[in-house]
Nanobody, 122 residues
Framework: QVQLVESGGGLVQPGGSLRLSCAAS????????MGWFRQNPGKDRELVAS????????YYAPSVKGRFTISRNTAKNGMDLQMNSLKREDTAVYYC???????????????WGQGTQVSVSS
């Protein structure tokens, strides 16, 4: 079992920045990748960014590339997501998740955090 706790969500104006963090505990030896997903009511869950456990490989959704940066946070056995130039369409609940594989398939992510709300509005 892996336990995940997200932090850092909130309300920000368009063009602003937020930093999300995810801390992992438990059977972290099983983790090969960590990812940030987001979801709005009635919409499909979307993989925003992911990073391999060793930090070498990263993936970004086209909608966030150049604005978001994912990084490993070894102190928390987790990861961070720096979100800059935020847009209204970035509003969603953001979830931290882990996988035993390097994959962009959400179905292959085994453990999930409780989610943190990001709202971009003026």
């Amino acid at each position: 079992q892996v336990q995940l706790v997200e932090s850092g969500g909130g309300l920000v104006q368009p063009g602003g920045s937020l930093r999300l963090s995810c801390a992992a505990s438990g059977s972290i030896f099983s983790i090969n990748a960590m990812g940030w997903f987001r979801q709005n009511p009635g919409k499909d869950r979307e993989l925003v960014a992911s990073i391999s456990w060793n930090g070498v490989s990263t993936y970004y959704a086209p909608s966030v590339k150049g604005r978001f940066t994912i990084s490993r946070n070894t102190a928390k056995n987790g990861m961070d997501l720096q979100m800059n130039s935020l847009k209204r369409e970035d509003t969603a609940v953001y979830y931290c998740a882990t996988s035993r594989d390097w994959t962009t398939d959400g179905a292959r992510y085994d453990y999930w955090g409780q989610g943190t709300q990001v709202s971009v509005s003026s």
